[in-house]
């Protein structure tokens, strides 16, 4: 906020929630610039609403941007940014603790013990699966997938396969393979980005090629995973479990999902940490200020 004001006339709205109906047409109408975040719907009818708009760029505070209609964006007028590099590192640590925190019950065992029914230590409680050497698939290897990969690799010798549209060079040792196959790890983590081409990639269909015990985590968009479909998988203990820091219909959550002890739900933490979500918002007044200057945005979507 320090660097918007030092630079621009700033208006900040003192909501958290995301920007209201006439907030997102009066956002286009009122503003040469916006800066909006992951909650705030551009969708095409918004734009249809705004006949000239006034907004000359959505400079948007976060890596993923399928809540822009881009291409009814740009032909408003209108160029789109992003924050991509920021986010990885900070995404793929929340990857890893989804992993684990679901593979070994972390959740399920803090349950026990804050309602007060832990009886002590024996030697089978709460077993769960030993990450330690088994496979990963990873679906998407862009950036997050490749820290993701180098987490799981290096810090607990699991063996990589992952699916990507294209050719990815991972860094390490990793089998590209097809997506049926990907989804047969012993654990499997979302990592593609969010939008029409991958909006329920992982249905009915794909959750029933992953391995009985399997785990499926999600730190993506929420609806690249059917959610009905997972909820059905689940319930039908198909699957071993589930970790989700992200939901089809955020920040609603399928009933079913807040009541299964094999699923991690987390409430969008994957970019959480201060001095990351400080380098997103800084990020994003770079691209502001390439635009009003006429330079090239940085980080043009």
């Not at 929340?94 to 972390?106: D, V």
């Not at 071993?240 to 699923?263: K, T």
């Not at 994957?270 to 006429?294: F, K, S």
Request: glycine fraction near 10%.
């Amino acid at each position: 906020m320090q660097a918007a004001r030092a630079r621009f006339e700033v208006t900040a709205r003192e909501s958290t929630l995301p920007l209201t109906a006439e907030e997102l047409r009066a956002s286009l109408r009122d503003f040469d610039l916006v800066l909006p975040t992951l909650g705030d719907l551009y969708a095409a009818e918004v734009f249809a609403d705004v006949a000239k708009p006034r907004a000359r760029l959505l400079a948007n505070f976060g890596v993923g941007f399928n809540h822009i209609d881009v291409t009814t964006a740009r032909a408003a007028g209108l160029a789109v940014s992003n924050t991509p590099g920021a986010v990885t590192d900070a995404t793929a640590d929340i990857a890893l603790t989804l992993i684990l925190m679901t593979a070994r019950r972390a959740g399920e065992g803090e349950r026990l013990v804050r309602a007060g029914r832990w009886q002590g230590w024996h030697p089978t409680q709460m077993l769960g699966l030993h990450v330690g050497g088994k496979t990963l698939g990873i679906i998407g290897m862009g950036r997050i997938g490749k820290a993701i990969a180098r987490r799981a690799h290096h810090g607990f010798g699991m063996e990589i396969s992952y699916y990507n549209r294209s050719k990815a060079e991972p860094g390490l040792p990793a089998r590209a393979i097809p997506l049926d196959e990907a989804m047969g790890a012993d654990v499997v983590v979302i990592a593609v980005p969010g939008g029409p081409t991958t909006r329920h990639l992982i249905n009915a269909e794909r959750l029933a090629q992953m391995k009985p015990g399997g785990i499926l985590v999600n730190i993506a968009r929420g609806d690249v995973v059917d959610e009905a479909a997972l909820v059905e998988t689940l319930q039908q203990g198909r699957i071993g479990g589930a970790g989700l820091d992200v939901y089809e219909h955020e920040p609603r959550i399928h009933p079913a999902l807040l009541q299964m002890e094999n699923v991690t739900l987390l409430p969008h933490l994957g970019t959480a940490a201060l001095e990351v979500r400080t380098a997103m918002g800084l990020m994003a007044v770079d691209n502001l200020i390439a635009h009003a200057e006429g330079r090239p945005l940085p980080n043009p979507v």
